[in-house]
């Protein structure tokens, strides 16, 4: 009768078994190996490693406000200045242009601009003798608008237009509408050397404003 404790086999399977799971169990050991040094590797490369990103296009801001290169939509402009014509961010002053005031032009001499022919005494002074020459200016100049003194002069070979200070223009105006050379325009002399006949007290020279004298020239 045998006893009731149980024996190894005797045909090696128990070595066989030993085997198989010291094989297994080292497999699963390098198994935890290579997933460790792999979560290990990746774990590094999200706490050390350095993030690499692409290049901000032009314009975009950065997270501190700071404008890239280019020119940002809140902050400052970034480095360069803008294409031709661009505006820079920063407004610039208004422009006032101030119109300058029109200017006229300088009176010459003795002009103080045309003054209204209805308030211009022109004394019209034959200064030949021959009857009709001064009442022939007269009527040209009433059609002018001007007030007219008819008069005689002591005889001159020269016609003059003479006038006072203040009516130049109202002188060149006379002389432009009867189509005379406007050389004969002179300023009246205050030495006396222009006179009227039958004016003893001067008063009609003094109160003439232009006194126009006909020579024997034929300038009128």
């Known amino acids: 009768m045998t006893g009731l404790g149980r024996h190894a086999a005797t045909d090696g399977s128990f070595g066989k078994s030993a085997g198989s799971a010291l094989f297994r169990g080292a497999g699963l050991v390098g198994l935890a190996v290579i997933l460790g040094l792999i979560m290990l590797y990746w774990g590094t490369r999200d706490d050390g490693a350095l993030n690499v990103s692409t290049p901000a296009d032009s314009g975009e801001v950065s997270d501190d ?109 006379i002389v432009d509408n009867l189509g005379k050379d406007p050389s004969i325009i002179q300023r009246l002399p205050n030495d006396g050397s222009v006179t009227l006949k039958n004016d003893d007290d001067g008063a009609r020279m003094a109160a003439a404003n232009i006194i126009i004298i006909i020579g024997s020239d034929d300038i009128f």
């Open 65 to 173: 406000g700071a404008g890239g290169e280019g020119t940002d939509e809140e902050g400052t402009g970034g480095e360069g200045t803008g294409g031709e014509g661009e505006e820079t961010g920063i407004d610039d002053p208004p422009v006032t242009v101030t119109e300058a005031p029109a200017t006229t032009e300088a009176p010459e001499g003795d002009d103080n601009g045309l003054q209204p022919p209805s308030e211009v005494l022109v004394v019209a002074a034959n200064a030949v003798g021959t009857p009709g020459l001064a009442g022939g200016l007269r009527d040209d100049l009433t059609v002018m608008n001007y007030k007219v003194d008819v008069a005689n002069a002591p005889n001159s070979s020269v016609s003059k237009v003479y006038f006072k200070q203040g009516f130049r223009a109202n002188a060149r105006e």
